[in-house]
């Protein structure tokens, strides 16, 4: 993202907010004349809250015109220090949203103590970014584009300059980006290249699983998924960042589920669920997106990144319910359902990443219909083989603003994954609890005792958008890893 950041600890002074076409302030509930006696506007800014009818806190933006010569167009908001995360960050996406097609954009916050201040702004840079990251558009007409170069931001000066907001949004508008495009934009090949071209401009090792090597390793559960499709480019690929000089004990492990198209193969969606199924390898973006990210602010642990590429096409050759086939790890599976394909492929990608020993291993999908029943599409669920950690997994939901809700994984769920002819059935044909026993299932996978975290994200796409990000698919998951490694210091 090539934009200016500039910042300053005082407030705008009227030539400052003059020479703006646009400008974004957050201002604390009740306003006190004491604490911004030197914010310019603020009586205009009383006024048309008052005409408003705002007798308290908002939720949603003040917009109005100042009265100088460039008219700036100002969004505001006044609101309590206490606010969460999640309401914080839906409140600033609010506020950018009249502001498109900038320039420049003034960010004031005012009023509040410092660490207060610094919190408002990450939000408000966070939502400024996200709602000015580029994504794909195929429309013959799309209108003269104008890019946000430069972002004044009055009111702090933090010496970090932000580096992880910055590093989340780039993580989070590449996951967006990929998941956005079309399925004939985006098959496992025109993957793969994208991926090796970042593999190259940020130097990390790359490996890539194809067909032929993952019958090597006995995949059988991954080519099952893959054998119907026509072209046979499917694969896992496996991306290395290693920290310079000396690096903490422990690596950590980010797998993604990344089906380029889902059908449902010979258990066919119909077409209300398949429309949109381009969108069924978030997962891997979503890993993708956190690699990135790690990668920018130069982590201090070792971190692989991998991606699970496959469509799941029907067809003669198609994997069909009542097959039996065995996983890498001599696991053998009866399949139930071609449509639950995407624990078939992490199955095999979870036992191969596992086999290295990592410390943590984090795995992305959009996994299951019964998480969004259970949950909406504004919450994601997660679930662990560390039942001590759920306390930490909430706490960098609700801190982040990306939320999750953790789910059982009790051993009593297996009776309904138990097969007669095979080791395990790969779902049960009731559906009951689905989002569980794919957990349960994913989880014989996990080899070498490591830390594992399943997060299934019924919350990948949500109407209007979700907290700071303004688009229908969200890119859940970069900023709530971030927040669960860096902050809650699982690595």
Known sequence: MNIKLLQT?????????????????????????????????????????????????????????????????????CIKPAIDSFSLLTLARKLLDSHRKIRTVGLVVAGFDKAETERVAEALLAATLAANAEMPAFKKK???????????????????AFQRTFAEAEGNALARSLAMLPPNKLTPSDYLKRVKTLAGEYRWKMD??????????????FLAVCQGSPTQDAGIVRLQYKPAGKSGSGKLALVGKGICYDTGGVSLKPPRYMFGMHEDMQGSAVALG???????????????????????????KSYLPNDVVTASDGTTIEVVNTDAEGRMVLADTLAIASKLKPKLIID?????????VALGTVYSG???NREELHAELIAAGHDSGERVWPFPQDEDYDKQIES????????????????ILAARFLKRFVKNNSQWVHVDLSSSSNKGGLAHVPTDTTGFGVRYTLNLLLDKKLM
């Open 382 to 384: 997660v679930f662990t």
């Open 9 to 77: 600890a005082k407030l705008p002074t009227p030539d400052h907010i003059d020479q703006l076409t646009d400008c974004v302030m957050v201002l604390p509930y009740p306003l006190r004349e004491k604490d911004l006696q030197s914010l310019p506007y603020l009586k205009e800014i009383r006024q048309r809250r008052a005409r408003s009818n705002r007798r308290k806190e908002d939720k949603s933006p003040v917009v109005l015109d100042l009265p100088n010569r460039k008219a700036t167009h100002v969004s505001v908001a």
């Open 420 to 435: 007669r002819i095979a080791d395990v059935k790969q779902c049960s044909p009731e559906g009951a609890a689905d989002h």
């Open 290 to 316: 956190t690699f990135l990210a790690l990668t920018k602010l130069k982590v201090k642990f070792p971190v692989e990144c991998w991606l699970a590429l496959a469509m799941n096409h029907i067809g003669p």
């Open 364 to 372: 992305y999908a959009t996994l299951t219909g019964a998480c969004m």
């Open 208 to 221: 890539f699983y194809g067909v032929s090597e993952l019958k090597k390793k006995k995949a059988g559960a």
């Open 142 to 160: 799309t209108g003269k584009k104008i890019h946000l170069d430069t972002i004044n931001l009055f009111g702090i000066n933090a010496r970090h």
